[in-house]
């Protein structure tokens, strides 16, 4: 309504000036060189008027045909790059809901619209593997390698690739190589800490270790438990080249990293004692008795005392099973020694609480070598020894991953290759007519339980 009237207003004062100017007589002389142009105001004022529109007009025309292309391209550029990003997101959304094909489709159509691999390379390679083309998903993520943003998340594909294939000696070579772009990543660390232990790289897996923690990739108690773990691998590895002095030094540190950690115990009172400081080994199992009883710590600490009496040796194990009297393996190791001794009360006394706190196999059979020697009653034996064949099954080193029992604990699970998995515990029941778990039905007499030092350091240590 405004801009009418205004029109109105404005064709009004133009007439208005039109009619003033040529209204009154006159007229208007230019004279340039040989030209002479005579006229009257009222066409001077038109002739102007009219070149000033023409300039208008001419400049309007340069502007379009100058301009014009480059704008129509810029909104095409941005309408492009609008729909590749929308192709992208689309893209990613069906990777995450595992659809291979749509976000295959998806990952083509945004690589044509953004004409930026890098973005795409991630896409494509997700798609390859929902589809399960690990040669493909391969080489997007060594394309990625070459794009310096896109080179971590690339060696992330690689080593997860890697790691699926078994391929550790590669995935090692990856993991140093994410650790050197960005060391503190939680998952670098974690993965280059589990990659070593494998390679055992011991030494370089303490370093990371330490690493993780300043990072807090690991919490402090997994990863004082990793790091007297290590220091247990590599006193271990220093015993098998006969470096004993030096073995039981690491294996030390490893109990002084973490005092509840039974391993380095057990090899840190076996290797005391192959050094010859008989002392220092029953400290150590003394000590880690109060914490954590073993049946091989009361092994060892028996064959320190190998030459006293019976008796003199039930005493001193008397004494040490009192640092943690309730415990099953104090009544355990007791009634052992007191049946070697021939107590037979001190060994039923002990044995009704053991199986009162835990029935396992080991303690039947122990009270059919009690009933053996206190009154040779044949029946009695052998019901025993039927109900010993019927009782939950001993504890022993077994995997939490794949239940595999192993003969002693180790960093990494010989079956499966879980890392930190080997507990001693007890298996769970295994119900007849299946077969007994591994390492259980080698038991045949108390003895025979599986022991976390291995075999040659076993035959060592008696
Ligand atoms: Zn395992």
């Given at each position: ?255 002084a990293t973490d005092g509840s950690f039974l391993p380095a115990a057990l090899l840190g009172a076996g290797l005391a004692k192959e050094a010859g400081r008989g002392g220092a080994a029953a400290r150590t199992v003394t000590e880690a008795w109060r914490q954590c009883p073993h049946p091989a710590l009361g092994r060892l600490f028996v064959s320190l005392h190998a030459d006293d009496s019976a008796t003199d040796r039930l005493k001193r194990v008397e004494k040490l099973a009192s640092g943690n009297g309730d ?63 019927e009782a939950p099954p001993d504890p022993a080193w077994l995997c939490t991953r794949c239940a595999s029992a192993s003969p002693a604990w180790s960093i990494v699970c010989d079956h499966c290759g879980a890392f930190d998995s080997i507990e001693w515990r007890a298996p769970a029941r ?33």
């Amino acid at each position: 309504m405004i801009r009418i009237v205004a029109f109105i207003v404005a064709i009004v004062v133009v007439a208005a000036v039109a009619t003033w100017v040529a209204e009154p007589p006159g007229r208007v002389e230019i004279a340039w060189g040989d030209y002479m142009i005579e006229t009257s105001p009222g066409v001077l004022a038109a002739a102007v008027a009219a070149a000033a529109a023409a300039v208008l007009v001419i400049t309007a025309v340069v502007r379009f045909v100058w301009i014009g292309p480059r704008r129509i391209a810029l909104a095409r550029r941005r309408r492009r790059k609008r729909l590749g990003y929308r192709a992208l997101t689309q893209g990613l959304v069906a990777a995450a809901a595992g659809d291979p094909r749509r976000a295959r489709r998806f990952a083509r159509r945004a690589d044509l619209l953004l004409e930026e691999p890098p973005l795409t390379l991630l896409l494509s390679a997700q798609a390859a593997q929902l589809e399960g083309d690990d040669q493909a998903a391969r080489g997007y993520f060594e394309a990625m390698l070459e794009q310096p943003a896109t080179a971590f998340l690339g060696l992330r594909g690689l080593l997860v690739q890697a790691e699926r294939t078994g391929d550790t000696a590669t995935a090692l070579e990856l993991a140093e190589r994410a650790f050197a772009l960005r060391p503190e990543t939680p998952w670098v660390l974690t993965a280059l800490l589990e990659l070593q232990t494998r390679a055992g790289r011991w030494s370089d897996a303490l370093v990371t270790v330490k690493q993780a923690l300043r990072h807090g990739a690991v919490s402090e108690d997994a990863g004082r438990r990793r790091q007297a773990g290590l220091l247990f691998e590599r006193a271990r590895a220093l015993r098998e080249k006969g470096e004993v002095r030096e073995a039981l030094r690491v294996a030390e540190e490893a109990r002084a990293t973490d005092g509840s950690f039974l391993p380095a115990a057990l090899l840190g009172a076996g290797l005391a004692k192959e050094a010859g400081r008989g002392g220092a080994a029953a400290r150590t199992v003394t000590e880690a008795w109060r914490q954590c009883p073993h049946p091989a710590l009361g092994r060892l600490f028996v064959s320190l005392h190998a030459d006293d009496s019976a008796t003199d040796r039930l005493k001193r194990v008397e004494k040490l099973a009192s640092g943690n009297g309730d415990h099953v393996e104090s009544h355990m190791l007791v009634a052992r020694q007191a049946l070697e001794a021939r107590q037979w009360g001190t060994a039923r006394r002990h044995l009704e609480r053991a199986v009162a706190e835990y029935p396992s196999a080991a303690v039947y059979r122990l009270l059919a070598r009690l009933e053996e020697g206190e009154s040779g009653d044949g029946d009695a034996v052998r019901r025993l020894l039927r109900q010993a064949s019927e009782a939950p099954p001993d504890p022993a080193w077994l995997c939490t991953r794949c239940a595999s029992a192993s003969p002693a604990w180790s960093i990494v699970c010989d079956h499966c290759g879980a890392f930190d998995s080997i507990e001693w515990r007890a298996p769970a029941r295994v119900e007849a007519p299946a077969l007994p778990p591994e390492g259980a039905a080698a038991v045949t007499e108390d003895e025979a339980e599986p022991s976390p030092v291995p075999a040659a350091a076993r035959s060592a240590t008696g």
